[in-house]
């Protein structure tokens, strides 16, 4: 952003930047924007884990770029919530 990128292309370069084109010698790809995380490694198995983590990254996302909070739609809709569990689920499989 320093460098006058435009916003957009900073955003797709943090959330898909490891299916871009090799980036030049100016360009520095965030593709660890979605690995790092604060989950805990320990129960609930290997399903589990993936389903906590791609929950994780949908509310990363959500929050960082869409200022909502989506989470909760995991489990449950809320009639004022502008996404709910069918929306919430497609960005699941996405993640």
Do not use: M, W
């Amino acid at each position: 952003l320093n460098a006058d990128k435009p916003f957009d292309r900073f955003v797709v370069e943090q959330l898909a930047g490891d299916l871009l084109p090799a980036a030049g010698r100016d360009e520095r790809t965030g593709t660890g924007f979605l690995a790092l995380g604060s989950l805990a490694i320990v129960g609930g198995g290997r399903d589990q884990f993936r389903l906590d983590r791609a929950d994780d990254q949908i509310d990363v996302a959500s929050r960082a770029f869409l200022g909502l909070t989506v989470a909760c739609a995991r489990c449950h809709d809320h009639k004022t919530d502008p996404i709910g569990t069918r929306d919430y689920y497609a960005l699941a499989g996405v993640f």
